[in-house]
């Protein structure tokens, strides 16, 4: 199945392929007309890592503007504290909707400190994850280079496109199927 879905998608028209695949990174429809250009994929992997690094080797400006595309940390801790639906498991920790004020503020303390010195919010794939380790992990990557903190958030970036891609692959897959 996978070489057949993989000739449907390389003989995509452009419009079909960037219809398809330009909304799996936010504010980045472009790194999908890009990748086009790269055809054929020899797999979903190589489709996946041509598209990041359109991503990653766009000018700084937008580049900047993809990772603040992103909600950050502190998005998904005011939504978890006001304890409405929690839309995605895979960008919130659990736990974050048991915070208590105090650690709310913790996070809301750190998650400004992080947006003022990399201009960009704190980009995580929390799956698996706990309050806890989110904290843990935004303190320590609060100290790194800011060009060492943006391949970070777009590694992050990666993981939270993983399953737009798997999921369009397995659509594709199906319609080939009916």
């Known amino acids: 199945m996978n070489e057949s879905v993989m000739r449907l998608i390389n ?9 398809t695949f330009g909304s799996v990174f936010k504010d980045a429809r472009w790194a999908a007309e890009e990748a086009y250009e790269c055809r054929p994929f ?3 992997s190589a489709l996946k890592s041509t598209m ?3 991503v990653r080797g766009a000018p700084d400006d937008t580049r900047l503007r993809v990772l603040r595309a992103y909600p950050g940390l502190e998005d998904n801790v005011a939504v978890a ?12 920790p659990a ?3 048991q915070l208590s004020p105090e650690e709310f503020a913790q996070f809301r303390s750190l998650n400004k400190a992080y947006r003022e010195r990399f201009e960009f919010p704190f980009i995580l794939y929390a799956e ?3 309050a806890e380790g989110v904290l843990k992990l935004l303190e320590q990557r609060l100290r790194h280079e800011p060009e060492v903190e943006e391949a970070i958030a777009f590694r992050e970036v990666g993981r939270l496109a993983e399953p737009e891609f798997e999921a369009l692959y397995a659509g594709l897959a199906a319609k080939q199927d009916e």
């Open 11 to 19: 003989a995509m028209s452009r419009t079909e392929f960037v219809t």
């Open 128 to 130: 698996g994850n706990t």
């Open 81 to 92: 504290s006001a304890r409405e639906q929690i839309l995605s498991s895979s960008t919130v």
């Open 95 to 97: 736990g974050l909707d």
């Open 52 to 54: 990041m690094a359109m």
């Open 42 to 44: 020899s797999d979903l």
